[in-house]
């Protein structure tokens, strides 16, 4: 079982930028699927980026450009940096980590372990 916190919420004003970290510890398997996921009120959870077995990331439609994630397997963290923020970015953003997915991880079924999320806010 792997255990996320994730940090770096907070609220900003459109345009602005932040960077979210989620620290992993446990069960932890360094080449397998982790990603952001976000979920607004009313609205189904959304991907927003994903790293694969290979580094290879991957990063919804709705953030592509503006949306960097990266991971230091030597911190055992996955951080997630996002710029130009807009008003409809704001939700709650989570951290995910599958301990058997190595490809196409920007679906949100696969994952087994979710961090508690962090709240992102951006006012207009």
């Not at 996002?82 to 951290?95: F, Q």
């Amino acid at each position: 079982h792997v255990q996320l916190v994730e940090s770096g919420g907070g609220s900003v004003q459109a345009g602005g930028s932040l960077r979210l970290s989620c620290a992993s510890s446990g069960n932890y398997v360094t080449d397998r699927c982790m990603g952001w996921f976000r979920q607004a009120p009313g609205k189904e959870r959304e991907g927003v980026a994903a790293i694969d077995s290979v580094g290879t990331a991957s990063y919804g439609d709705s953030v592509a450009g503006r949306v960097t994630i990266s991971k230091d397997n030597g911190k055992n963290t996955l951080n997630l940096q996002i710029d130009n923020l807009k008003p409809e970015d704001t939700a709650i953003y989570y951290c995910a980590a599958d301990l058997t997915s190595m490809f196409e991880c920007l679906r949100h079924h696969i994952y087994n372990s979710w961090g508690q999320g962090t709240q992102v806010t951006v006012s207009s």
